[in-house]
């Protein structure tokens, strides 16, 4: 279930929503009998499992919808639900020669049989004439899911990175107004069903593969001077592709069977990795720190158990609906900090931060994961601070921040621990936002009904017709039969009068 509103009114926005709005071509090319059960399966698949999920609107809603409209959707949601019933996902582990995956039974041929179709109809539509932005958009979002099922996650990434970057400039350049009302909803939904998947991505994603770790210009550096350290970075990688699989598809976990094959390797599977971030960590303890004036050994050292924190986390808190549950790793959130201290400051114009730059995420998502994340007032106004100090230092692209990522925190801290008319007096600068914040009792944290589990930055109309940037916000609550609910609500992000 989901229900949408504004922030500055309290009052549960009634209206349908726009996706129920949309019109379904009637000139929709006749199916076959296995293409309409294919997609049946996926409507049922979706209803099942998508329910109180973050991305029930995109793709419960969205998606079956706009499937009759365009052919390569309907292909691919064919295509997926292919996958999805007949080629087991932990049987997509042999690759041929150039990296692809092997076919595995006739149903995955079907499968890509599929895809190819959907990438064809693509082509003929941009051979036709230019295609909208969110078309594109669109079609990479259904080709990296394609991707993704079959484990092929760095072609996903990248898809989803041309996603991102396509839409970033139509948000910066577009006027909603000049939009059909199709167009505008689906700039609405995939927007931060674009950014939740880049955060995620840009957070635990992004990080090389062990075999490449270990063989990277920063393992070639290390491997003489400091082994020791060489073997935990390969290790804690080879720790962080798994965590990122866990939290990928931790929001489908709940609405499992406890009794489910899928649900009892996924719970066993997230134990042994936690267990395994525990056993490195105390591995690490056990090394010892750097010596002194080892600047790289510092930034490495530091970087690393920064990172396993984070990844930590992550998974731990994955399943939970609540944000009160981010509160029992209050001591994890401040270690996050000294290492993005440490890191930081031996990063100041250094080869070595320009060199870990080229193979790791970067400190950016870390301290924004910690920002968003942590209620502490104290705490994450620090990281905060060390996010703004970061973005000045980082020349990495930011592919998953449609905006300014200190424009979001600052303005989400404020919604979070400030009454409403405090956050909408709030300035778009990030310097006057966060200035503006009132001061919070030390120790005293916002209640779980205060606490936001994502923020995006949309573009949406004024009832006077102009676009503003507004941050889209979801939270969840649990309805009196038990039922998880996701929450959308929006207030503004710029200070301008309409």
Not at 9 to 17: F, G, H, I, M, N
Not at 65 to 76: C, K, N, P, Q, S
Not at 464 to 487: H, M, N, P, W
């Amino acid at each position: 279930m989901s229900a949408f509103r504004f922030v500055e009114d309290q009052v549960v926005d009634r209206t349908p929503s726009p996706v129920s709005q949309l019109q379904v071509s009637l000139i929709s090319p006749r199916r076959s009998e296995h293409e309409r059960r294919a997609f049946q399966f996926f409507e049922q698949d979706t209803a099942l499992h998508m329910i109180g999920t973050i991305d029930q609107n995109f793709v419960g809603s969205l998606l079956p919808r706009l499937a009759h409209t365009y052919d390569f959707i309907w292909d691919t949601i064919v295509s997926s639900s292919y996958l999805i019933k007949y080629v087991p996902y932990l049987a997509l582990t042999t690759f041929d020669s150039s990296g692809l995956m092997k076919v595995i039974n006739r149903e995955h041929r079907q499968a890509l049989n599929y895809y190819h179709r959907a990438i064809v109809n693509v082509r003929k539509m941009a051979q036709i004439g230019p295609i909208d932005d969110c078309v594109v958009v669109l079609s990479y979002i259904q080709f990296a899911g394609v991707e993704f099922r079959q484990r092929n996650v760095k072609v996903g990434h990248s898809l989803f990175k041309k996603a991102c970057g396509i839409l970033t400039r139509s948000l910066t350049s577009q006027n909603l107004r000049r939009l059909s009302l199709a167009d505008r909803t689906i700039y609405q939904v995939v927007t931060p069903f674009l950014f939740r998947k880049a955060i995620v991505i840009a957070t635990l994603g992004d990080v090389p593969t062990p075999e490449v770790a270990a063989n990277d210009e920063i393992s070639q550096t290390l491997s003489t001077k400091s082994p020791e350290l060489q073997r935990a970075r390969v290790q804690l990688y080879s720790l962080v592709v798994d965590s990122y699989e866990l939290v990928r598809i931790a929001d489908f976990i709940p609405n499992l069977d406890d009794s489910s094959s899928d649900k009892i390797y996924y719970m066993s599977f997230r134990q042994s990795t936690l267990d395994g971030m525990r056993e490195w960590k105390a591995n690490m303890a056990t090394s010892g720190s750097p010596a002194p004036g080892t600047d790289l050994d510092w930034m490495i050292y530091s970087y690393l158990l920064m990172y396993c924190t984070v990844c930590y986390i992550s998974v731990a808190t994955s399943l939970s609906a609540s944000q009160i549950v981010y509160d029992d790793y209050m001591d994890g959130f401040a270690e996050i900090i000294r290492h993005a201290k440490i890191f930081l400051r031996y990063g100041v114009e250094s080869s070595g931060a320009r060199l870990l730059s080229k193979f790791d995420p970067g400190v950016l998502p870390l301290l924004y994961f910690c920002a968003t994340k942590c209620r502490d007032p104290t705490l994450r106004r620090e990281a905060f601070q060390l996010m703004r100090q970061a973005l000045r230092q980082e020349q990495s692209q930011n592919h998953w921040a449609f905006i300014e990522p200190e424009r979001v925190v600052a303005k989400l801290i404020a919604l979070e621990e400030s009454g409403v008319s405090r956050v909408l007096e709030a300035s778009s600068s990030p310097q006057t936002s966060f200035t503006q914040i009132s001061q919070v009792q030390k120790g005293v944290l916002p209640p779980d009904e205060r606490r936001y589990a994502h923020a995006s930055a949309v573009l949406r109309e004024t009832p006077g017709g102009r676009s503003r940037l507004a941050l889209d916000l979801v939270r969840f609550e649990i309805t009196d039969g038990g039922q998880r609910q996701s929450i959308t609500e929006y207030v503004w992000l710029d200070d301008h009068d309409e």
